[in-house]
């Protein structure tokens, strides 16, 4: 991300996508660095350095921000003078970085440290920022008009905190959630959706969407009682699978059905233990990419590739991997 301005209110320019600092005026013995982590140009960690005690401390000794500083410093961006880059984003440019970043923000929740969560958070809320500007520029909203969307949608969806609603549970407060958005909509003319399933996305990632279509069918008890049936329902739709495999003619197109009822069956036994399916599939692409470099590290201390070793061979390093995680 962009470095704040400094002292002297100029904001230092990267040399091509090098690492670049400069020392800030009036900061002692501080020194700011800006370090690339992505291709975008405006993709920066901001690091502290006092080279008295030679480490880097991230976040432990930077000079504190607030969010009109962000406010400022992307209207600063986007102005005549600023960054070429910047001046040429719009909002559809900016969809992959904004997905990119909320992913980011899961990933660090997951195996960051607090640290980098803070980053990665700070580089999610640029974008938000940044595409209230280009807004802003085109006089549709600005980042006011966000804060005050969130903020009295947050106070209108929550009577039983700021009104005298009562609400005991977490169930309650999802179904009177549903039900308030079903009345805002009226009041503002706006026609609800048909379906109850008709308010989630269809472009979401499938294992969410499957997740979240399910979760909303079972808000109104559309759902099995527990997840015993979900197993059984899990092995059918293996057995299923498998007869049109074994089919005489086995058809494309419908082994490619009933692999999908297969993957949406077993988001529901995730969603019905309490586990996020793409949380969980994560960690084990995750275990796939550890395990297999172990692979290729023991099989390269022994001058040799995976294309010279035997399943067998790998097979036993898997396990070893493997097993090395569980001690």
Known sequence: MHQSRGADNQIPQPNSLGRVFRRRRGSGS???YRRPVKTNPWRYVSLSVRPSV???CIL???EK???EDLVA????LRAPGGCPWDHEQTLETLRPMIVEEAYEVVEAIEDGTAHELAGELGDLLFQ???AARIAADTDA?????VVTAIHTKMVRRHPHVFGDAEIATADEVLKNWDELKRKERAEAGVSSPKGLLDGVSSHLPALLEAFSLTDRASRVGFDWPSVEPVFAKLHEEIGELRAEIDAVSPDRARIEAELGDLLFAAVNVARKLGVDP???LKRSNRSFRRRFAHVERQLESGGRTTKDATLEEMDALWDQAKAAERT
């Open 73 to 76: 410093l992307v209207a600063r």
């Open 60 to 62: 432990g000794r930077m």
């Open 54 to 56: 030679g480490g880097l």
């Open 278 to 280: 793409e949380t969980s």
């Open 128 to 130: 938000v920022v940044f």
């Open 30 to 32: 501080n020194v700011r």
């Open 65 to 67: 921000k607030r969010f």
């Open 141 to 145: 909203f600005d980042i006011d008009d």
